[in-house]
């Protein structure tokens, strides 16, 4: 849902502790001239949950953390303060109702490279529609 990728853009953008690691790295569609450490936008999966009187959506969205340093540290801390960033507050949103949003996991996945680390945050958002 568009809405919450805005939303959700935001608050990361406007994230201290993030923006200390990635300053305003964080892409929707990474360019080709990007800079590591970035944050991108991954996988979102939206599911119909209506109920009586309710139009409701099941959305799982996954954010990415990239890095070239030596090791998993830094791109760890980022997922750290991707995770700290999404569950602190709220987010509101200014056309629908976030039930919830919950951080589900974080994976950290080797790169075919041997040089990249990357670290997928995935989270579980609740949203109803008025």
Same mark, same amino acid.
């Given at each position: 849902?568009?809405?919450? +990728?805005?939303?959700?853009?935001?608050?990361?953008?406007?994230?201290?502790? $993030?923006?200390?690691?990635?300053?305003?790295? @964080?892409?929707?569609?990474?360019?080709?001239?990007?800079?590591?450490?970035?944050?991108?936008?991954?996988?979102?999966?939206?599911?119909?949950?209506?109920?009586?009187?309710? *139009?409701?959506?099941? @959305? *799982?969205?996954?954010?990415?953390?990239?890095?070239?340093?030596?090791?998993?540290?830094?791109?760890?801390?980022?997922?750290?303060? @991707?995770?700290?960033?999404?569950?602190?507050?709220?987010?509101?949103?200014?056309?629908?109702?976030?039930?919830?949003?919950?951080?589900?996991?974080?994976? $950290?996945?080797?790169?075919?490279?041997?040089?990249?680390?990357?670290?997928?945050?995935?989270?579980?958002?609740?949203?109803? +529609?008025?």
């Amino acid at each position: 849902m568009l809405e919450l +990728q805005g939303a959700v853009v935001t608050r990361l953008k406007g994230y201290a502790g $993030l923006s200390q690691l990635v300053a305003d790295r @964080i892409f929707d569609r990474v360019p080709s001239t990007a800079t590591f450490p970035y944050v991108s936008w991954g996988p979102e999966q939206s599911l119909a949950e209506d109920a009586d009187c309710i *139009t409701g959506f099941d @959305i *799982t969205i996954q954010i990415d953390a990239w890095s070239k340093a030596v090791g998993v540290p830094e791109v760890k801390r980022i997922a750290e303060q @991707i995770r700290l960033a999404l569950t602190e507050q709220e987010l509101s949103l200014e056309d629908n109702a976030l039930v919830f949003i919950e951080h589900r996991h974080t994976r $950290l996945l080797p790169e075919p490279d041997g040089l990249t680390s990357h670290a997928a945050i995935e989270f579980a958002a609740f949203i109803e +529609q008025p």
